[in-house]
Nanobody, 114 residues
Framework: QVQLVESGGGLVQAGGSLRLSCAAS??????MAWYRQAPGKQRELVAS???????FYADSVKGRFTISRDDAKKTVTLQMNSLKADDTAVYYC??????????WGQGTQVTVSS
């Protein structure tokens, strides 16, 4: 049974930083990503990383967020700097295995006060 366990959310002032982590078990992951969902909005892709080394960032977080992965430890982190009130959301870890199985974490709340 694959599980994704997230940590690192919380409350921070605008301009501050947070680091989210997600630890997985059970299989090999081709894609590791972070999504977020703000109240009343659709879930959106924030950043992703492939096993081949490619990364993607949403325009709204480019230059502020950094995604990194450790395939040996099956972890993915999201370093979030210069946080804004608009970054307030529940952040979800998402992984896709080499066999196209999709997994989600339980979500962690990030609240940025202005």
């Amino acid at each position: 049974q694959v599980q994704l366990v997230e940590s690192g959310g919380g409350l921070v002032q605008a301009g501050g930083s947070l680091r989210l982590s997600c630890a997985a078990s059970g299989t090999i992951f081709a894609i590791m990503a972070w999504y977020r969902q703000a109240p009343g909005k659709q879930r959106e892709l924030v950043a992703s990383s492939t096993s081949g080394g490619s990364t993607f960032y949403a325009d709204s977080v480019k230059g502020r967020f950094t995604i990194s992965r450790d395939d040996a430890k099956k972890t993915v982190t999201l370093q979030m700097n210069s946080l804004k009130a608009d970054d307030t959301a529940v952040y979800y870890c998402h992984m896709i295995s080499n066999w196209d199985q999709k997994f989600w974490g339980q979500g962690t709340q990030v609240t940025v006060s202005s």
